[in-house]
């Protein structure tokens, strides 16, 4: 009965299915295939260009002691040696764009309202397979062609994202304080300042009205006046 339990507990829900067709869907939509194989095309043909030219030039040849042949398995094996640190570099920014690619193809999942079944989802993806959630991230970002589950998952909570910061005003009181925008419902509606009105300065955000600074600032300026 646990083993029957446990079969029905793992997997995902159709809906949360759908919400990972909405991510592969964006990769579709957004052309990160055609993208990946316009790069991957491109790295060939550099690559073979490369090899090509190392192989017929004399000097490299001369100065292994080859001074009159040129075979071409030393020209290969010499080509390994010289292109092996550079295909680090190659495959460290392929995995970087891939990367990118994934966040994006979230992104548009979660702009068709997928957001929430696409988290639940990994989250059962990454249960079932037992993958770290969180490893470290610069091991992740070398070796690791998709984002960790944390990162996917922050990226798309809306309460991770940065929010432009507004002044607040509520019933004519204005709120202590930048607040982010939408950060606190209910308290305060978080608004741009009306037309022709100036935004107010951040000494009248502490729970003074603006009349009531006015006021304070004009004492004070006819007390200076009169010393």
Partial sequence: AAA????AASGCSDEEIVAILGHELGH???RHTMLQLAVAEAHLLVFFAAFGAM?????MYRS???ASET??????LVFGCVASPVEHLVAFAQNCLT???E???????AAQGLGSLLQQGLRKISRDNKSNPDPDPWYSAYHHTHPSLLERLRALSPADKPKRREPVEAEGAVCGGWALHLATPGVCAARRPAAGRRRPWPHQLHGTTSRETQTT?????LETQAT
């Fill in 4 to 7: 029957g339990e446990a079969a």
């Fill in 28 to 30: 579709w939509r957004l």
């Fill in 55 to 59: 192989t017929r030039a004399p000097g």
């Fill in 64 to 66: 292994f002691g080859f």
């Fill in 71 to 76: 075979p071409v398995m030393v020209g290969l």
């Fill in 99 to 101: 990367r990118h690619f």
């Fill in 103 to 109: 966040y994006q193809a979230d992104g548009f999942a």
């Fill in 217 to 221: 600032v004009s004492q004070a300026g």
